[in-house]
Every structure is written in structure tokens, then in C-alpha cells.
């Protein structure tokens, strides 16, 4: 591993990656709810809050697929270094993945869980632009008492192609991040059409 490419992760180790790993709960505990990560670093190429939930969620146990837009020596050296986290070659075997827009439109050959173990599908971290600038859809499901309108900006096809793949209790859990923010999408909450 190159040194010159390691950068500061968190600086309170402990408390911090406990703070994103509160964060990342609250997000799919109430679905569609912008929750702030405000002690998020910075590494060239992640928005903070995804590079805190990285720091929070990853270690030696969590195979990470990285999309090819994310695959850096930059970030392969800090994520291995920081989170210990061994790098996925197939989708398959990943039980995180960290895509960007553009890697939504097809998502064969993630884990789905099975009907046995539903919680071990893989959870994939999504970085955005931003978490509101979307046309808005009508959420709803556990979490969500009366509807949440979200307006994440993302093409029709990714929820099509969402909605192809669920087999509810199996399916993807999702954490859009932007900035110093991060949204959550658990594979429970249903997607309506576009509000009025």
C-alpha cells in the first residue's frame, strides 16, 4: 500500500463511526428523511457522508464492491487501511457496494437475501448530487406513518428496475448520500407514483 495516499479519516475513531452507524439505523428506521452527518471527513473522489458511512459500516467481515467510477488507488488505499475491508471482485460476493448514479440502472447479481436470511442481502451506498431535486414520489411502509413525499433525483428505470427485483422479505437496502447528508431506502417501502 502506498502511504502518500492514506488521508485522516475520523477524528474521534470510536465515537465517530458510532455516530455514522446511528445515523445509517435512523435512515432506514424512518425512510425518506434527510438525517445530517456532520463529523464526516473528507476524501477526494466520496462525499463525506458517504465516506462516513463507510468508515461506520465496513471492517474485515464486509466485503465491499466498488463501481468502476469509484474503484481509485486514492480510495481502495484508504477504505482498506481505515475500514479493513476486503474489496469484492464479483457483485456476488459483495455485502456492501458502493455505486453513483449512473451504476443504478441495472442491479443483477447483488445478494437479495433469501427467504431464510433476509438480512443478508447486500446494502448498497449510493452517492447523489443531492437528496431533493427529484420529482416526488409517495413513500410509504414501516417507518412512515401517513406517506412521506421524496424527491430524490433519480431516473424512472432505477425504480423500475427496484421494483423488478423485490421479492419482499428478500431485496436491497439502499443509502443515498450527498454531502453531509445521507437518506434512507429499505427494501420494505413502497414507491407510488408522482405526487399531485
Known amino acids: 500500500m502506498n502511504a502518500q495516499l492514506l488521508q485522516p479519516a475520523f477524528v474521534d475513531p470510536v465515537l465517530d463511526a458510532q455516530r455514522s452507524f446511528r445515523a445509517a439505523l435512523k435512515a432506514l428506521a424512518e425512510p425518506g428523511l434527510i438525517q445530517p452527518l456532520s463529523t464526516a471527513p473528507h476524501l477526494e473522489g466520496l462525499a463525506p457522508a458517504t465516506y462516513a458511512l463507510c ?12 463501481a468502476p467510477g469509484f474503484d ?20 456476488e460476493d459483495a455485502v456492501f457496494a458502493l455505486l453513483g448514479e449512473h451504476d443504478l ?33 409517495n413513500w410509504s411502509g414501516p417507518g412512515i406513518q401517513a406517506g412521506r413525499q421524496v424527491n430524490l433525483p433519480l431516473p424512472q428505470a432505477f425504480w423500475l428496475e427496484r421494483l423488478r427485483r423485490e421479492a419482499f422479505p428478500r ?26
Not at 438480512?119 to 431535486?133: E, G, P
Not at 431485496?171 to 448520500?177: K, P, R, S, T, Y
Request: negative net charge.
Open 72 to 91: 481509485t488507488p486514492l480510495i481502495r488505499a484508504n477504505l482498506a487501511f481505515h475500514c479493513g475491508c476486503p474489496l469484492a471482485v464479483r457483485r
Open 171 to 196: 431485496g436491497l437496502d439502499v443509502l443515498f448520500c450527498a454531502g453531509h447528508h445521507l437518506l434512507g431506502l429499505p427494501r420494505s417501502t413502497r414507491i407510488a407514483e408522482e405526487c399531485a
Open 105 to 137: 440502472l441495472d442491479l443483477s447479481g447483488f445478494d437479495h437475501g433469501n427467504d431464510r436470511y433476509p438480512d443478508q442481502s447486500c446494502t448498497l451506498l449510493v452517492q447523489l448530487s443531492d437528496l431533493d431535486s427529484g420529482r416526488g414520489l
Open 55 to 66: 468508515l461506520g459500516l465496513l471492517d474485515a467481515d464486509t466485503p465491499l464492491w466498488l
